[in-house]
Nanobody
Framework: VQLVESGGGSVQAGGSLRLSCAASGYYIGNYCMGWFRQAPGKEREGVGIIEDDGGTSYADSVKGRFTISKDNAKNTLFLQMTSLKPEDTAMYYC??????????????????????WGKGTLVTISS
């Protein structure tokens, strides 16, 4: 399984970015997938997930600003980020559940070992 993120960069506060995660050796349509992030000096945290059927859940900190979507035909996951804030600065990681079709309401508490991980893409937001 290989997950390759792209689309990171540096933007000013209030701007937008769209991250992509291309999967190979794995069909994203069958499983829960998610985006996580890790800011310098902080623990990794969940941004949001998308279920096998397309249902989504988000962390409160990004709700209303970030949107997760996927293109099953292209085997690609997306994270559209708008109204970006300096506190959104982090390395963003794509995650693919190893066996869960649905992550459910407790997605934030799923062990990280239950996901395959990409290497991340850096997002830097300046004020």
């Amino acid at each position: 399984v290989q997950l390759v993120e792209s689309g990171g960069g540096s933007v000013q506060a209030g701007g937008s970015l769209r991250l992509s995660c291309a999967a190979s050796g794995y069909y994203i349509g069958n499983y829960c997938m998610g985006w996580f992030r890790q800011a310098p000096g902080k623990e990794r945290e969940g941004v949001g997930i998308i279920e096998d059927d397309g249902g989504t859940s988000y962390a409160d900190s990004v709700k209303g600003r970030f949107t997760i979507s996927k293109d099953n035909a292209k085997n690609t996951l997306f994270l559209q980020m708008t109204s970006l804030k300096p506190e959104d600065t982090a390395m963003y990681y794509c995650a693919a559940a190893t066996y869960l079709r649905r992550c459910g309401d407790s997605w934030k508490y799923i062990a990280y070992g239950s996901f395959y991980w990409g290497k991340g893409t850096l997002v830097t937001i300046s004020s």
